[in-house]
């Protein structure tokens, strides 16, 4: 049985919410990979089943986590070897080697900076779809577009995309967008690059309809960053860490709160935020500079795979 855990938009974070016997009879594969970067880890999860997809709340599919804690620091070196190593493991993804055309769709709400890493990443793609007839036969057709959120277009995102698809016909689209993380310390510092497509906002609880081979006609590739956490996670988190300092001091008071089982817990910290729970997401104060780095790490590794001559000075 699945434990009770908060929701994520990480298949790793589900993944760890279930017993390794779980794993194995539900058709769901986790390996760790040596990336040779310091402090930086690289996860492969695997959903083979529709068991498997039920109980992980995923589409069956492969998903790449890298993660480092440079992401979110002030460090262009560690940067571009983060870039190297997304680079690395995009170029797996036969669907997207194999693309002629690719159209990237960064998703997300430019003007909430936690929500803005789609539209800024987009803005760094090198696009060449419009001088195609003019460039070397080795060069692929790319383009990028930002499709902004209902709230603003009063159009639904797959709307826009899938009308776009119709018309240009890529071979392949890739959907960056924020994410949500059941970890704090996972925030601004994972990447996530799915092969299922994505669910706009489904993190946040406000889940749009999904862009994928289904709704879209052509593979998704989805890369994601987890920007936020929602408050009760967070509480929850403060608490555990709370409950490790009073069993050193004061072992009977923990035995009491020990007895809370993680619904229970997790249920007591929505009460307290009520009414407030389903609106309070919490990113850190430093997410403009952070998205900014993120959003180069992404590009410039797009940019490496989809189009590895091309010569950015040269345009």
């Known amino acids: 049985m699945k434990n009770f855990s908060p929701s994520t938009d990480l298949a790793i974070e589900a993944a760890e919410s279930l017993t390794a016997e779980a794993k194995a009879a539900d058709g769901i594969k986790v390996t760790k990979e040596d990336c040779m970067l310091p402090d930086t880890a690289v996860t492969l999860v695997k959903i083979t089943t529709d068991r498997g997809a039920e109980v992980m709340e995923k589409p069956k599919g492969s998903y790449i986590t890298i993660e480092s804690p440079y992401m979110k620091l002030d460090d262009k070196d560690a940067h571009r070897r983060i870039a190297e190593l997304l680079k690395k493991y995009l170029l797996k993804l036969d669907v997207l080697t194999q693309a002629k055309t690719v159209l990237v769709a960064g998703l997300g709400n430019r003007r909430i900076t ?125 608490l555990d860490i709370m409950l490790d300092d009073i069993r050193t001091h004061d072992s009977a008071f923990f035995d009491t709160l020990k007895t809370l089982g993680s619904e229970e817990k997790y249920d007591l910290i929505r009460r307290i935020l009520d009414p407030y729970t389903e609106n309070m997401i919490v990113t850190p104060k430093e997410v403009d500079e952070v998205i900014e780095n993120l959003s180069y790490i992404i590009g410039s590794a797009l940019n490496a795979v989809l189009n590895p001559t091309l010569e950015l000075e040269g345009l």
């Open 114 to 238: 936690a929500d803005a890493l789609g539209p800024q990443t987009s803005g760094r793609i090198t696009v060449t779809r419009h001088i195609m007839d003019s460039m070397p036969r080795d060069i692929r057709s790319i383009s990028a577009v930002s499709p902004g959120v209902m709230g603003i277009t009063g159009i639904e995102t797959l709307d826009i995309i899938k009308g776009i698809t119709e018309h240009i016909k890529p071979d392949l689209v890739i959907a960056v967008d924020s994410l949500a993380a059941r970890r704090a310390d996972r925030v601004n510092s994972t990447i996530q690059i799915a092969d299922t497509g994505v669910s706009p906002g489904a993190g946040v609880g406000n889940q749009r309809p999904s862009l994928d081979k289904k709704t879209l006609g052509v593979p998704v590739v989805a890369i994601g960053v987890p920007t936020v956490v929602d408050a009760a996670t967070l509480v929850n988190d403060t």
